[in-house]
């Protein structure tokens, strides 16, 4: 049997995974209210939390999995990328408890785990298989050809996906995290009532830097105009009001905008590549609208589509483990020399 502690930090959760012969036993996520206060993660905040939450955390993984530190055969840990004072929690507690017990340790990619996500569940893909992998600071497809080579066929140039919908959730004046209240209210509204304009970025590149100047000219016009405009032609008190009374309208058409950008792409990606197995994966693909207009278009153009639970969309080390487990059985393993990186390439 090969069992594995999994351990995930990059950002503002901290979670620990037993995985045993690819198989999820526990998955333990502690997040941190404290950053809502401030809009936004406040790295320096988060490090310190990570700290508080990680011997607690990986206690209750151990236990819930029904397994002792000394069944373990490695340690596993996200190396990249992410928050380094964040990530360097992680991995300096998976240093020293694999020195202690004297097993390998696995270093893992945090875009390639959300990616093999999807082999978490009992019905998953097989190679190869696309996965459009969306999260809060990426936004990617990937062409997946076994569990340890994957390729990123397109990326974004300037700001990731779910950073559209959270900023976008900002300029509404909707608390943080703001991108699943954007959810909650397209689902109320009318997604054809507002057009916001589509990027033409070549090959299989996203771009939503334009997407979120043209709603904060929209937003400052009160939808009067979708022109930029040194001069706004509303007051913020008018403004305000316009976001108030069509909030769940704004909410649907922005997020069928970012939607349509997404799968735009990823039915292009199909076609090139002529891989008709198509995963979702990431933060971002929690959102139910993006959910259930991918398997609209996996029916439509006969994909075999496949969406990890929303247990292991969100940043969580169940998706940690399972890369992990494959990695020990390639021999992947790192030394205690090993570092984190804030951006480290794939």
């Not at 190869?128 to 080579?149: D, K, N, R, W, Y």
């Not at 909650?184 to 997407?211: T, V, W």
């Not at 069509?246 to 039915?267: M, P, T, V, W």
Request: hydrophobic letters at 45%; a negative charge.
């Amino acid at each position: 049997m090969i069992t594995i502690l999994a351990i995930e930090s990059s950002c503002d959760e901290t979670s620990a995974s037993v995985c045993r012969d690819g198989r999820i036993l526990s998955n333990v996520i502690a997040t941190q209210a404290v950053h809502e206060q401030y809009g936004g993660v406040v790295p320096e905040l988060a490090s310190r939390a990570h700290m508080e939450n990680i011997v607690p955390v990986v206690d209750k993984a151990l236990k819930q999995a029904g397994v002792t530190m000394q069944e373990l055969n490695a340690v596993a840990f996200t190396q990249a990328p992410g928050l380094i004072g964040s990530l360097l929690v992680g991995v300096q507690f998976a240093k020293s408890m694999a020195l202690a017990l004297d097993v390998p340790l696995i270093a893992v990619h945090h875009m390639q785990a959300h990616v093999l996500a999807n082999l978490i569940p009992e019905e998953n893909p097989s190679f190869p298989f696309l996965c459009l992998t969306v999260s809060g600071g990426h936004t990617q497809i990937v062409l997946c050809e076994s569990a340890t080579q994957m390729t990123v066929l397109g990326e974004t140039i300037d700001d990731a996906a779910g950073e559209a919908f959270d900023k976008t959730a900002k300029l509404l004046g909707l608390p943080y995290p703001g991108g699943p209240l954007i959810d909650k209210y397209a689902q109320l509204g009318n997604p054809d009532r507002f057009h916001f304009p589509e990027p033409q970025i070549p090959e299989l590149n996203f771009s939503f830097s334009g997407l979120k100047t043209s709603i904060l000219y929209f937003l400052r016009n009160a939808g009067t105009s979708l022109v930029y405009k040194e001069e706004f032609l509303k007051t913020e008190e008018e403004q305000k009001q316009f976001i108030a009374e069509n909030l769940n309208d704004i909410c649907a058409s922005i997020q069928q905008r970012i939607i349509s950008i997404l799968l735009n792409k990823l039915k292009k990606a199909v076609k090139e590549t002529g891989v008709k197995q198509v995963c979702l994966a990431g933060g971002v693909s929690a959102n139910s609208g993006l959910r259930k207009a991918f398997v609209a278009m996996g029916e439509k153009h006969h994909w075999k589509t496949f969406i990890p639970s929303f247990e292991y969309c969100t940043d969580n080390a169940g998706m940690i483990a399972i890369t992990a487990y494959h990695k020990y059985l390639a021999g992947e393993f790192v030394s205690l020399a090993v570092q984190p990186s804030a951006r480290a390439e794939w």
